[in-house]
């Protein structure tokens, strides 16, 4: 990951309604160097902010009491009020099953964090946003990252996503 020095400049937002996930995952980001760190104690709370200014990246909670992590998703991904519709976005939950696997990727989602987890997971998907971003797909069904996570042709041959550049720091 990038030094320490890159790293205090990225803007994260942490989602999470439970007080002991918020500081766990504080602490990881504190820990690997992070210092411009933003907790919202729940999705309504998010909304506001990620229409206020842009993110980096977002951690969220899937299930929260006064909206969920996935409503979060979609107003990011969709909503012409937010700042970040391309931002990154790893999930926390509880739900293992496949269908809420598929349902998250379809909402936008880049990473998926089965709870409980260890800091390890953490580090790894954060890694994984930071170094190996996917590139960002619009289509008229879908707004989130490549769902394809190997670098493969269309099963056809015929590229269907419209892709858009997702600028790298340096050329800002």
Known sequence: MGSNSQ??????????????????????LAQ?????????????QAIHLVATKPFDFVITDWRMQDLDGIDLVEFVRKSPESKCPHVPVILLTGNSE????????????????????????????????????????????????????QDLPPPDGKERRKQRHRPEPSES
């Not at 790293?7 to 990881?28: A, F, H, T």
């Not at 800091?119 to 797909?137: D, G, N, S, T």
């Open 7 to 28: 790293l205090q400049n990225i803007q994260v937002l942490i989602v999470d309604d439970e007080k002991m996930i918020q500081r766990l995952v504080y602490d990881v």
């Open 98 to 149: 496949a269908h809420y696997v598929v349902r998250a990727r379809d909402a936008g989602v880049n990473e998926y964090i089965i709870k409980p987890f260890a800091a390890e997971q953490l580090v790894k998907r954060i890694r994984a946003v930071i170094e190996k971003p996917r590139p960002f797909v619009v289509t008229k069904t879908y707004r989130g990252p490549d769902r394809r996570h």
């Open 32 to 44: 690997l160097g992070f210092r411009q760190i933003t907790v919202a104690s729940s999705g309504r």
